[in-house]
Nanobody, 121 residues
Framework: QVQLVESGGGSVQAGGSLRLSCAAS?????MAWFRQAPGKEREGVAF???????RHAMSAKGRFTISKDNAKNTLYLQMNSLMPEDTAMYYC??????????????????WGQGTQVTVSS
């Protein structure tokens, strides 16, 4: 069992930045950030395979960066140039698989409680 605790959400104006953190209770190979806006499906934002490979969804490319501090078992999401459409609950996720990480929700076994990001225009 892996426990995930997110932090770093908040309210910012459009164009601002936030950094989300996700502290994991153990080391996992696949970790990702998802988000869910009111009335919408939960969607993948970015994932990290192991310590090196990262992929970002089109909506996040060029603005968001996923990274990890292995010493702290902590995943980060640096979000720049935030837009009102980025407003959502952001969730950290971890998967037991050791290959083929993705942005598919079924691939993830553990979820954090979420942290709210609100971007005003």
């Amino acid at each position: 069992q892996v426990q995930l605790v997110e932090s770093g959400g908040g309210s910012v104006q459009a164009g601002g930045s936030l950094r989300l953190s996700c502290a994991a209770s153990g080391s996992v190979y696949c970790m990702a950030w998802f988000r869910q806006a009111p009335g919408k499906e939960r969607e993948g934002v970015a994932f990290m395979s192991g310590d090196v490979i990262t992929r970002h969804a089109m909506s996040a490319k060029g603005r968001f960066t996923i990274s990890k501090d292995n010493a702290k078992n902590t995943l980060y999401l640096q979000m720049n140039s935030l837009m009102p459409e980025d407003t959502a609950m952001y969730y950290c996720a971890a998967g037991r698989r050791t290959y083929g990480c993705s942005l598919n929700k079924p691939d993830y076994n553990y979820w954090g409680q979420g942290t709210q990001v609100t971007v005003s225009s």
